[in-house]
Antibody, heavy 119, light 107 residues
Framework: QVQLQESGPGLVKPSETLSLTCTVSGGSISRYYWSWIRQPAGKGLECIGRIYTSGSTNYNPSLKSRVTMSVDTSKNQFSLKLNSVTAADTAMYYC?????????????WGQGTLVTVSS | EIVLTQSPATLSLSPGERATLSCRASQSVSSYLAWYQQKPGQAPRLLIYDASNRATGIPARFSGSGSGTDFTLTISSLDPEDFAVYYCQQRNNWPYTFGQGTNLEIK
């Protein structure tokens, strides 16, 4: 059973960089697309970006200037960096897999990690 | 980006009743639409992909239909565990987008 686990600081200061890592267990990270998705409290879901295990990325245009994603296949991990954060970036951050047998929709999700931007 | 509009925002029904949830896209997404269920404190769970295919382990009472711009999620007979928020999501165009959700609550 594939499992995803987000990790990283739960509190980030305004103007600093949010850094999260997603560790994949129970399966290989290779040959899949992986995404970061966020959800402010009580609100809807927003795709931040996706990465293939080759390192190819697509970022949401609304965040593109501030986002960097990377993958480390040797550690079965992929990561998110979001710079120049503000209070508007406070949200639950999820990592998720695009399943190749589920139409490339998000078939496995991490439990989420809450990131608060505050001084 | 493609905007997905879900209706109603809130749906109040009783266990055993039939639920019909709608998702309308601002432009065609072909059949590249999915439905997710989210319960409080949990990550979303994939229910339906490619508009009408049930994901692994999803009960047969969940069904999806539609193509182009209009889609429907139907729950044939509500189980108490089905009361949750439901989101649609398109992957026809990047950025992938979600609807704002329908809150299915117990009447």
């Amino acid at each position: 059973q594939v499992q995803l686990q987000e990790s990283g600081p739960g509190l980030v200061k305004p103007s600093e960089t949010l850094s999260l890592t997603c560790t994949v267990s129970g399966g290989s990270i290779s040959r899949y697309y992986w995404s970061w998705i966020r959800q402010p409290a009580g609100k809807g879901l927003e795709c931040i970006g996706r990465i293939y295990t080759s390192g190819s990325t697509n970022y949401n245009p609304s965040l593109k200037s501030r986002v960097t994603m990377s993958v480390d296949t040797s550690k079965n991990q992929f990561s998110l960096k979001l710079n120049s954060v503000t209070a508007a970036d406070t949200a639950m951050y999820y990592c998720a897999r695009h399943g190749d047998s589920s139409g490339y929709f998000f078939d496995y999700w991490g439990q989420g990690t809450l990131v608060t931007v505050s001084s | 980006e493609i905007v997905l509009t879900q209706s109603p925002a809130t749906l109040s029904l009783s266990p055993g009743e039939r639920a019909t949830l709608s998702c309308r896209a601002s432009q065609s997404v072909s059949s590249y639409l999915a439905w997710y269920q989210q319960k409080p404190g949990q990550a979303p769970r994939l229910l339906i992909y490619d508009a009408s295919n049930r994901a692994t382990g999803i009960p047969a009472r969940f069904s999806g239909s539609g193509s182009g711009t209009d889609f429907t999620l139907t729950i044939s007979s509500l189980d108490p565990e089905d009361f949750a928020v439901y989101y649609c999501q398109q992957r026809n165009n990047w950025p992938y987008t979600f609807g704002q959700g329908t809150n299915l609550e117990i009447k």
